[in-house]
Nanobody
Framework: QVQLVESGGGLVQAGGSLRLSCAASGRTGGNYAMAWFRQAPGKEREFVATISANGARTSYADSVKARFAISRDNAKNTVYLQMSSLKPEDTAVYYC?????????????????????WGQGTQVTVSS
């Protein structure tokens, strides 16, 4: 089992920045692609970004491309999401997810049902 704990959410004004963290613990050995998803009230869970196990490959939703950056520090078993130029429509609960993959260079996918482990989420609220 892998446990994921997100932190770093909060209230920020439009145009501001936040950095989310996701700390992994438990059976973290092996290759895990990591991802961030988000869910706003009354909406479905939405893919935000993913990063391969070795950190070499990333992918983003069009709505956050050029504003958000995903990264990871494997020595610390932590994944980050740097969010800049935040908009009110970025308001949501942000979830970290992990997917076991056979190779370190494989990125994650945008499909939430392919992820094996999830964190409890952290609230991000962007005021206008």
């Amino acid at each position: 089992q892998v446990q994921l704990v997100e932190s770093g959410g909060g209230l920020v004004q439009a145009g501001g920045s936040l950095r989310l963290s996701c700390a992994a613990s438990g059976r973290t050995g092996g290759n895990y692609a990591m991802a961030w998803f988000r869910q706003a009230p009354g909406k479905e869970r939405e893919f935000v970004a993913t990063i391969s196990a070795n950190g070499a490959r990333t992918s983003y939703a069009d709505s956050v491309k050029a504003r958000f950056a995903i990264s990871r520090d494997n020595a610390k078993n932590t994944v980050y999401l740097q969010m800049s130029s935040l908009k009110p429509e970025d308001t949501a609960v942000y979830y970290c997810a992990a997917n076991r993959v056979p190779f370190g260079s494989l990125p994650g996918t945008s499909r939430y049902y392919e992820y094996d482990y999830w964190g409890q989420g952290t609230q991000v609220t962007v005021s206008s």
